[in-house]
T-cell receptor, first 114, second 113 residues
Framework: SAVISQKPSRDICQRGTSLTIQCQVDSQVTMMFWYRQQPGQSLTLIATANQGSEATYESGFVIDKFPISRPNLTFSTLTVSNMSPEDSSIYLC???????????FGSGTRLTVV | AQSVSQHNHHVILSEAASLELGCNYSYGGTVNLFWYVQYPGQHLQLLLKYFSGDPLVKGIKGFEAEFIKSKFSFNLRKPSVQWSDTAEYFCAVKGDSSYKLIFGSGTRLLVRP
């Protein structure tokens, strides 16, 4: 199964600034997913990133706030823009496990906005 | 709308006790079902999954889950928990023809030694 390297693992940011989170996968994957896990809550899908096309955003998430890049089949970035304390969450990327089914997740980025 | 319900938000057990965590889903079609575990300070790991076939699925670390289609349930069980099972457990569902994984709210399990 694929191994995901995600960075940074954590950051503390000032409100109004932006943070870019990177995910590197050790194999080529068509789809990559970005999730948010707010404090004490479950995971919510932000968007799906396909190589060569614009990301598909879920309801409640917009490109201006969470721009995504997918320059190749092994890499993606998620930017959290113009941050506010409400953006404090864990952000995770995920890729399909392949024929066996299921998904594997990165280790997450714990973001605190002050 | 698709949804997943985990009724137990916090569970506290003593070692060697039996565990059952409830998971019910709402989805109008064929589903794939998953249980993920998140140990303290670690990332999500797949515990087990159901796609088709035998509705009793065995996963890692002695966990199993049973898919009961008529009840829209996929409860997680372990006959004897250990302190190292302390973690948060997430049930998730995906439509058979979909890529989107819907997570439940999670259950925090604390196992006392």
């Amino acid at each position: 199964s694929a191994v995901i390297s995600q960075k940074p693992s954590r950051d503390i940011c000032q409100r109004g600034t932006s943070l870019t989170i990177q995910c590197q996968v050790d194999s080529q994957v068509t789809m990559m997913f970005w999730y948010r896990q707010q404090p004490g809550q479950s995971l919510t899908l932000i968007a799906t990133a396909n190589q060569g096309s614009e990301a598909t955003y879920e309801s409640g998430f917009v490109i201006d706030k969470f721009p995504i890049s997918r320059p190749n089949l092994t890499f993606s970035t998620l930017t959290v823009s113009n941050m506010s304390p409400e953006d404090s969450s864990i952000y995770l990327c995920s890729v399909p496990l392949g024929q066996g089914g299921g998904y594997t997740f990165g280790s997450g980025t714990r973001l605190t906005v002050v | 709308a698709q949804s997943v319900s985990q009724h137990n938000h916090h569970v506290i057990l003593s070692e060697a006790a039996s565990l059952e965590l409830g998971c019910n889903y709402s989805y109008g079609g064929t589903v794939n079902l998953f249980w993920y575990v998140q140990y303290p300070g670690q990332h999500l790991q797949l515990l087990l999954k159901y796609f088709s076939g035998d509705p009793l699925v065995k996963g890692i670390k002695g966990f199993e889950a049973e898919f009961i289609k008529s009840k829209f349930s996929f409860n997680l069980r372990k006959p004897s928990v250990q302190w190292s099972d302390t973690a948060e457990y997430f049930c998730a569902v995906k439509g058979d023809s979909s890529y989107k994984l819907i997570f439940g709210s999670g259950t925090r399990l604390l196992v006392r030694p």
